[in-house]
């Protein structure tokens, strides 16, 4: 049998499920994927609370409504999220040796590694040299 595999979807991917018009690559990617092989980072957790609160400062409506789906996320994703842990921190630490890199981007892709997980991301270019296995949904249709 098959092992599946497990996908690690990044703030962005996440964040593009909450527009009205989903670009229609990300909503058929995540539509073939078993919900159980999708996983998110307690770093995107952060993220979007984050995204609530910078919202909150000038329209406490929509923040409300976006806190709201963030409930929501946080709930359909409650055994799915991935810490930051001692092995995540060393595997970071490894692939941010070499040059300086964005630290919550790196951070999820060692989360990624660390978890034997694909790195489901538009923003490959500060993590493709890190040995993550990368998808782009955004440039490719590509099927879980």
């Known amino acids: 049998m098959r092992e599946s595999r497990r996908y690690l979807l990044d703030t962005m991917v996440?964040?593009?499920t909450r527009k009205v018009?989903?670009?229609?690559?990300?909503?058929?990617f995540l539509s073939a994927a078993d919900a159980s092989s999708l996983f998110i980072s307690v770093l995107t957790v952060g993220e979007l609370r984050k995204g609530v609160e910078v919202k909150r400062r000038t329209d406490p409506d929509a923040a409300a409504r976006i806190g709201s789906w963030?409930?929501?996320?946080e709930l359909s994703f409650v055994?799915?999220?991935l810490p930051i842990d001692t092995p995540t921190a060393r595997r970071w630490g490894e692939i941010s040796a070499d040059r300086t890199r964005p630290v919550?981007?790196?951070?999820?892709a060692a989360t990624a590694l660390v978890h034997g997980c694909t790195?489901?991301?538009r923003n490959t270019n500060d993590v493709q040299e890190t040995g993550v296995p990368l998808i782009d949904p955004w440039?490719?249709?590509a099927a879980p």
Do not use: N
Not at 104 to 108: E, Q, S, Y
């Open 104 to 108: 919550i981007d790196t951070l999820i």
């Open 79 to 81: 055994d799915r999220v």
């Open 70 to 73: 963030v409930d929501g996320i």
């Open 119 to 121: 790195l489901v991301t």
């Open 14 to 16: 996440v964040s593009e």
């Open 21 to 28: 018009r989903a670009d229609p690559r990300i909503v058929s």
């Open 139 to 141: 440039r490719t249709d």
